[in-house]
């Protein structure tokens, strides 16, 4: 049996991301790392550039240092997103 998903709600047409559970449940990953990794991820998979870190501070509204400590988080755990972009921009 096919299942769909209707969304009704015209605020939620606008889409939506993709996040591996595997990030989703790593459990040595601080909950703010794993809402910045949904943030990068939907940049990543609209246009397929990951922002800087002073847009990502920006995004978010954490202070430079804390966005450098969940970018190096993720790094670590090996799940900072990757895009053909990210080597031009530094994170």
Known sequence: MEKTLVILDPTLKSGYTNIPNVVLMSPG???EAKGLYIILSMFNQ??????DQRK????????TKTTGKLIRELKQKGYFPVSPAVGRERA
């Open 29 to 31: 990953l601080s909950l």
């Open 46 to 51: 609209s246009d397929g550039v990951v922002p």
């Open 56 to 63: 990502i501070t920006e995004l978010t509204k954490y202070s």
